[in-house]
Every structure is written in structure tokens, then in C-alpha cells.
């Protein structure tokens, strides 16, 4: 089975992207740094395991952008809150087990979507839990229909996303990986 790895993606215009970041380092220094980290990322994640899919926002600019990886396969994140785009991409994927990252996470290196997979070979989902209270990777394993209810009623960007998307789930077997920081404000760019 194919194993996939979706990389959710933003064009990194200034004001529409890091927007938080960019209230305290500026809107243009902010969508630098995602521009870059974004380069850095998938450089470290490719790998001959897995193939990567970006999920890209806007969709029709992200569609045709020049700033990604031509190489690499795109999909568009389509409309709704971040659970309805994120159910989308796992839902889109091939079958087999498919793990999904935000793209600003300085921490990721191949060996945490490693044991991501490998864990998708015990568990149905797996999550890398953040210390806000969110996650930075979900995975599930797409041997058949994902539930219905994953992501309903989750409270984003909030010290509980993680918790309601595990509620979501009810009586599926999850596993949790490392803990590993993504940046929202400047205070999570320190070590």
C-alpha cells in the first residue's frame, strides 16, 4: 500500500498567512519565514517511504504556483473550517495510511513520520500531540471509510483540539507520537 504524507500548504503572501507571527515580527517577515521553513520542511521529509502530496491554499493560485516543488503532486484544500479541509485531504488520498502536517513545524524530521506510519500499523489514527493543546500530524490508516464524525465539533486554535478530535473518534483505536511545537507567535520560534 501507498503511504502518503499531506503537507497543507498556504501561498505565503503577506497578511495571509502567519498572521499571528506576523502581529508581533511584521506581516512581510512572517511569509518569509513560512516561505522558507516551508522549503526547509519538505527538503527533510522526502523520502523514498512515502509520497508526498501538498495541500495547497488558495486553491487555483496554489494549483499553479511557482513557488513549490513542481515535482510534487498538489491538491486543492478546497473551502470550509480547518477540520472540513483536513477530512477532505485524508479522504482524498489513496488507500492506505495517509499522515497529514502543517507546514510550520521546524521540529518534523523523517523519523517522526516514520513512527507515524509504523504506527498506523497498529492504531486507526495516530496524533503528534502540541503543548498548546493542538497537534501538528494526523494520520489515519484509509483501509476503508474514515467516520463521519471525525473533526465535528472541534475547537480550533484553542488548548482543546487535540481533545475534541480525540472525542470525534469514539472507540477507535489512536495512538500519540512525540510532542513537537508548531509557530503561531514569535514566542514559539525560541527552543
Keep these: 500500500m501507498q503511504r502518503t504524507l499531506v503537507i497543507m500548504v498556504k501561498e505565503p503572501r503577506p497578511g495571509r498567512v502567519k498572521t499571528r507571527l506576523g502581529r508581533d515580527i511584521g506581516m512581510v517577515g512572517a511569509a518569509w519565514w513560512f516561505r522558507h521553513q516551508t522549503r526547509a520542511l519538505i527538503r527533510r521529509l522526502r523520502d523514498p517511504r512515502w509520497q508526498i502530496v501538498l495541500a495547497v491554499a488558495p486553491d487555483r493560485e496554489g494549483l499553479t504556483s511557482r513557488i513549490w516543488p513542481v515535482d510534487l503532486p498538489r491538491a486543492a484544500q478546497g473551502h470550509g473550517d480547518l477540520g472540513d479541509r483536513m477530512g477532505r485531504m485524508l479522504r482524498g488520498m489513496p488507500h492506505g495510511p495517509v499522515c497529514l502536517i502543517g507546514a510550520d513545524i521546524p521540529g518534523i524530521t523523517s523519523q517522526h513520520v516514520a513512527r507515524a506510519f509504523k504506527e498506523l500499523g497498529r492504531s486507526q489514527f495516530v496524533f503528534g500531540p502540541a503543548p498548546d493543546g493542538g497537534y501538528w500530524l494526523v494520520g489515519a490508516?484509509?483501509?476503508?471509510?474514515?467516520?463521519?464524525?471525525?473533526?465535528?465539533?472541534?475547537?480550533?486554535?484553542?488548548?482543546?483540539?487535540l481533545a475534541d478530535t480525540l472525542a470525534s473518534v469514539p472507540g477507535c483505536r489512536v495512538g500519540l507520537l512525540d510532542h513537537l511545537r508548531d509557530v503561531d507567535t514569535v514566542a514559539d520560534l525560541r527552543p
Design 141 to 161: 490508516q484509509r483501509y476503508g471509510a474514515l467516520p463521519n464524525s471525525l473533526f465535528r465539533n472541534v475547537r480550533w486554535s484553542t488548548e482543546t483540539a
